[in-house]
């Protein structure tokens, strides 16, 4: 069995092997494994954005439990619609368990975004929360997770691109990973590794965002962040996607395919761009709340600096005073422990003898 199991666990995409049935049968993949480390910073990261905004960091913990199946539901769901659009068969109504199970093609990041926003705006409006403050964190927070995420497709080698025409730049790729279209091609044929392009975009997009966010805190209004997302989300992916021929989308009648993915990427763009203008007070979408002007962004981010100073001094002569607390016990104790031994000597000392 032992053999079965390592024999098993030897396979690239397999992270661990339990017997079952007689036989070894992959319980946890790298890709899962990548993707829980991926939500898990991405939350952590989250939590510490809320707090520097004066929020509760336990809100996003609490909204990553209403938010995450959602967002899983919504990326399959949107991967089997992509396919069947592209006219594939593979999935039915007849055989639900094919819809549902990722290991059976895979999942799409538009759908976990779209259906994981509805799942936040709900709960925004139920638990009374700042929306545009978890948003801005939560985005910024996914630029990390989809990240990480990615180099479990490069673990799983898939989406990756086409040739490079370089015998010494790009990913080799085994024939039974190999889309149709490149099965005829040389053993030693590389291929353009996207999906690590895709990560360093999403990596450096936090990095710029981070930067600046660190840097003017004072002049960032909230709700800026999240459509600086879907912009830079939605071009980035946009230029991936010449390097995508795994991508189902529609031909039109000038020849030109357009992905699904592609066609998203644009609305993506126009999304973020009207949010940002809503944020900074441009143009107004209805429905939502007018965004503090830049004075008052400016007095709300100086009073939440004076209250961190209040809470810190507070903090200080808390740990001033339990210090001289325990200085007080630990001279009570030695001032004690001094009388008792005073007190057993003077009764172990003989009396004298007089003359």
């Known amino acids: 069995m032992w ?3 390592l024999t098993c ?25 990548l993707a829980s480390l991926g939500i898990a910073l991405g939350a952590f990261y989250a939590s510490k954005h809320v707090e520097s905004e004066g929020g509760n960091p336990d809100d996003v913990w609490d909204a990553l439990l209403w938010v995450l199946i959602p967002a899983l539901i919504g990326a399959r769901l949107w991967y089997v619609l992509q396919a069947v659009l592209a006219g594939s068969t593979a999935f039915s109504l007849s055989d ?19 259906f994981g926003l509805i799942a936040l705006l709900i709960y925004v409006r139920i638990r009374k929360v700042n929306g545009w403050l978890l948003a801005d964190s939560a985005l910024m927070g996914l630029l ?22 370089s015998d010494w730049f790009g990913m080799r790729v085994p024939l039974e990973y190999r889309l149709p279209q490149f099965q005829r091609l040389p053993e030693d044929t590389l291929f353009h590794p996207t999906m690590i392009y895709e990560a360093v975009w999403l990596f450096l997009c936090f990095g710029v965002l981070y930067f600046l966010f660190r840097r003017y805190q004072a002049r960032f209004i909230q709700g800026v962040i999240t459509g ?42 126009v999304v973020g761009l009207v949010i940002v203008l809503d944020r900074l007070g441009y143009v107004k979408i209805p429905f939502i709340a007018r965004p503090q002007t830049l004075k008052q962004r400016q007095r709300a ?9 209040r809470k810190e001094r507070a903090r200080e002569l808390e740990r001033l005073r ?13 001032a004690q422990a001094n009388g008792l031994a005073a007190s057993a000597s003077g009764e172990e000392e003989p009396p004298s003898s007089g003359k």
Not at 145 to 164: A, D, S
Not at 322 to 334: I, K, L, T, V, Y
């Open 9 to 33: 666990m030897s396979q690239r995409r397999v992270a661990l092997c339990i017997p079952w049935g007689g036989e070894a049968v992959p319980l946890i993949y790298w890709y899962g494994v």
């Open 228 to 269: 600086a997302y879907f912009v830079l989300a939605g071009f980035g992916r946009f230029i991936m996607e010449f390097w995508r021929p795994d991508q189902p989308g529609i031909t039109l009648e000038s020849g030109i395919t357009l992905s699904y993915s592609r066609i998203l990427s644009m609305i993506y763009v």
């Open 3 to 5: 053999e079965q199991l």
């Open 301 to 309: 981010f100086e009073e939440l600096q004076r209250e961190k100073r």
């Open 96 to 114: 639900p368990l094919t819809i549902i199970n990722p290991r059976t093609g895979g999942m799409n990041i538009f759908g976990g975004v779209i």
């Open 144 to 165: 990390i997770g989809q990240g990480i995420g990615r180099f479990g497709n490069f673990i799983n080698i898939e989406l990756y691109g086409p040739p490079t025409g």
């Open 322 to 334: 339990e210090q001289r607390r325990r200085e007080r016990r630990q001279r009570a104790a030695e």
